[in-house]
């Protein structure tokens, strides 16, 4: 069945067809709708779960991880502000290994107050041990939730899902809803072995020593980087149900590219575009969307970059003092090449600036000749800042 | 408990960080410095009561439907339930463990509630032991005394010279008490322990008719003489308060200073200094007489405030006086409003297994009994945090510190 929503309302869907059994949210705009809707979706018996009204979003994540503990597929959704005050919990909830699946609405931290599109709320929580997942359109947004809870549920691990305030949250896009007989067979209910049961005593999160401390943590790290792996694996299986596919990266012309333009979320739809145009004037350009930072897909990475002599990075965050962070991440994966390849990093789209096939162009330009408009600072170039 | 061989690979260790069994072998308790006693007690009502009513046992009573139980249980430590409904300060309120909730139980409308449908009750003729009693003053003092050591089965006349019985109470007619309740509880109390009561009477010490001459001890009641009533010369003052025994024929019961001139709303502690009297004078009777025996049927033990042998409020209470009270009940909207209020009670100082310490315990150290009619405290576990003192609403569980 086809239908026009927004990013949220396919996120909240999402939620229902994943049959969740706890939601436990704090409203904050651009994030609201989702709450609103599955509020209404659960008040209207269509979902049977426990809908938990909290004073904040450490409240919520705390309540979606003790309720993960026992077993219930838990949602959450939170944006910017709220993200930043759930930080203590992304923590626990990763360290506890509970597969809580969230979906963050990219906004700008402030201040200064902006409602609009930032990656910064998020790429700051990326050493939080979550999985972390940028989502292109309405419909990958829909399909990435019913993917990560199959992963999160095999690793044990919980997962982020990324949408762009208003790009993604406010945008109404034909959406293709799965029928929930098909999705019940992708998604079985979530049946841990190891839960908290008072049948079955046990004390979880307790004390530990430093004899199994650096194993515990070694063996999470080892779980955390097989999972893109698993994430192709059961986007392969969602592909079989659904016939659309949600990699971890996604690479266009990248074969024979010269230049490589890479990014996360919804303005590489964009940088496909603009890659057409630069091939149209003759340059052998490619773009690679990076769906999943955490855990960095290395492998994908590499393989879609490996002909590149020169990576140009548009990064909707910064990480003040360094550079773009998305930049940061490639310029280590790239560090074996380090000799042979060029990395030019941009910050642009920062609090809901437009990344538009207009934006790229020139930036690209101006990588490739050094001349354009960005403003060099450090080891980056900023786009839309006054002279 | 068996300690599980230690892990040493990596595939054994769990995937959520946990123990992989039960931690029940880590015995906490010996972290403990204050330990959990679980103990019935007095509720704080009526540890602030100066008669010493077991409040919450007859409001227990009555919410269990158990309405003349209830009714004996509040006469048994005071015979005016009417009019200390009306005059009493109620000490048990301000101590009330439901004020930290909402509002205090409303102990006075209650007492009134459970005086007047007791106005008609009776009790079967006693056996009467060979002791007479002259009470002197009908004020509450006097009346309170006379009944107890008519319930003891002592043979016990109330004289007055006023033509009204009553005492000083006589003086707070009919603003603060109507004339009908004063009527009614002074004439259920001589019921109730078969007393005689005598107004108007002519009383003269120089020329003592039989009764005062032949009588075994006779009491002064302060509340219910003029202050212009001469004692003779060999009265002994006795203080009911402070005083143990009982010495001379004639009692010039003193009042300490904060009772005396009379004060209405004290009137449990005149009721409470009657009962005294009573015990103590008693004692004194059988002592004298060496009728040990009897001493037993004591209406002040603590913890059972009436003895209800003694009073012998007969079971006819449930045919007859229920179906009459219960008809008295219905058209009056007092009623509900009474049983709503005793409905509120928490039963201070008597475990009830609301069980809110078991679901409070962050140790799962407290467990409901296997029959259910107690709690236990898991002492090895038990770390001595005090959550379970500080949520029991009735107060049943204390912190202690006891050496183990």
Redesign the interface.
Known sequence: MKKIVTGNEAAALAAKLARVQMVSAYPITPQTVIVENLADIIGRGELKAKYMPVESEHSAMASCIGAS?VGARAFTASSSQGLAYMHEMLHYAA????PVVMVNCNRALTPPWNLYCDHTDSLAQRDTGWVQYYCADVQDVLDAILIAYGVAEQA?LPVMINLEGFYLTHTSEVLDVPDQKTVDIFLPPYRPS?KLDVDD??????V?GTD?FS??K??RHC?TLSLERLWDQTAAKFHRHFNRLHSVVEAYQTEDADVCIIGIGTATGAMRLAVDRLRKEGLKAGSLRLAMIRPFPIEGFKKAVINAGHVIVIDRDVSFGAEGIVAQEVKAALFDRHGEVKLTGFIAGVGGNDISVETIVPLVRQAISGDGTAVAAGTTLWAEVLP | MQLKKPIESLSELPTMPSTIDTMAWNQTGDWRYLTPLVANKLAPCSQNCPAGIPISEYLSAVRKGHIQNGLMLLLGRNPLPGLTGRLCYHPCQTRCVRRRIDRAISVQKIERFLADLGTEVKTEKSEKIDKQVVVIGSGPLGLSCAFYLGCRGCRVVVLDPCDQAGGALVNLLPKKIEPEVLANEISRLIRLADIKLETGAVIDFDTPGELLSKTDLIILDPTGLSEDFSAPASAVAFNPFDDETVTGDILLVKLPQNLKPFKAPMIAHYIAAGRLTAQKAFDCLVMRSGQQGLAQSDLDLPRQAVNMEDIKIERFLVSGLAAEAEAKQEETWDRERALREVERCLSCGTCNLCLQCVSFCPDASIQPDEDKAAVTIDLDHCKGCGICAYECPRGVITMEEIST
């Open positions: 503990m360290g506890a290994r509970v044990l190891n005593p046990k004390t979880f999160g307790n530990c199994l194993s515990i070694y063996k779980d």
